[in-house]
């Protein structure tokens, strides 16, 4: 009875992830030799992999990636399509996010710039930083849209809030006046305070043709190149290559991860 209490106030100050360890505790095997600060650390271990869960499906769900189940497990590394899984690996440290660099993915269409930018970027939510995915030319409806009901500045501030912002079809087609300035606006509050993957069919040398105006050009070059890791995707359509073998999509779909006693010490 004293425990049933015990647990009702627990769950008084939303303490869920200590509840559902001591239900389990309840319900499995007793352990007599259990100390109570032994029972206490399990308890604390639990409430902390729970808040933590909790962190990254909120980090994971306010991302809004284009592809939620892609992660840099499942990766394709195929002959000819020029991804190295050294390169990967490293940029799964997400050291990039922390020490604030830019990341490049420039290849044709369907050789998996988008998944590789979600993929980063799951990775980074795993590790503890918000994400946001937006296609280039949403961020512009987006935000014409807010310099006409007046939450312009606001919606700037939201967009500086992400360490990591990913731009999918960067580039797809020539820029407006308008939409140069939003974009020099957005590059220049991150630029050397939070990261931006960049995923684009063009090479960074024809951005200038698409951007239209040469001064606007070399600003937003200067702010995403210079330091940028660069990675240069080959090869097939991955869409056409899945289509017509007997690979299938990834299965993993790691969308969050377990965290574990393990790997509480080691964080």
Request: charged fraction near 25%; charge should be negative; hydrophobic fraction near 35%.
């Given at each position: 009875?004293?425990?049933?209490?015990?647990?009702?106030?627990?769950?008084?100050?939303?303490?869920?992830?200590?509840?559902?360890?001591?239900?389990?505790?309840?319900?499995?095997?007793?352990?007599t030799q259990l100390e109570a600060t032994d029972l206490i650390g399990i308890l604390a271990d639990a409430e902390w992999i729970h808040r933590e869960n909790n962190r990254l499906t909120a980090r994971l769900r306010k991302a809004k990636f284009k592809f939620k189940n892609a992660c840099v497990e499942d990766i394709i590394y195929r002959p000819g399509r020029g991804l190295l899984k050294t390169t990967i690996n490293e940029l799964s440290s997400s050291r990039w996010v922390a020490n604030r660099r830019t990341i490049i993915l420039t290849g044709a269409t369907g050789v998996g710039k988008s998944y590789i930018a979600c993929a980063l970027g799951q990775k980074a939510c795993r590790d503890g930083f918000g994400v946001l995915y937006k296609r280039t030319s949403r961020l512009?409806?987006?935000?014409?849209?807010?310099?006409?009901?007046?939450?312009?500045?606001?919606?700037?501030?939201?967009?500086?809030k992400a360490p990591v912002l990913i731009l999918d079809d960067f580039c797809m087609q020539p820029l407006a006046a308008k939409e140069r300035r939003d974009l020099i606006e957005v590059?220049?509050?991150?630029?050397?305070?939070?990261?931006?993957?960049?995923?684009?069919?063009?090479?960074?040398?024809?951005?200038?043709?698409?951007?239209?105006?040469?001064?606007?050009?070399?600003?937003?070059?200067d702010r995403l190149v210079h330091g940028a890791h660069r990675l240069k995707l080959?090869?097939?359509?991955i869409r056409k290559v899945l289509a017509h073998s007997d690979e299938t999509a990834p299965k993993s779909g790691k969308k969050r991860k377990t965290l574990t006693k393990k790997k509480r010490s080691a964080k």
């Open positions: 009875m004293l425990l049933e209490q015990t647990m009702e106030k627990l769950t008084g100050m939303r303490l869920h992830g200590m509840v559902k360890a001591l239900r389990q505790w309840q319900e499995g095997p007793q352990d512009f409806d987006e935000l014409a849209q807010a310099r006409a009901d007046g939450t312009y500045a606001s919606c700037l501030r939201g967009l500086l590059l220049e509050d991150r630029y050397s305070v939070c990261s931006t993957v960049i995923a684009s069919q063009l090479e960074p040398d024809q951005w200038h043709a698409a951007i239209g105006d040469e001064t606007t050009a070399d600003s937003i070059c080959g090869g097939e359509s």
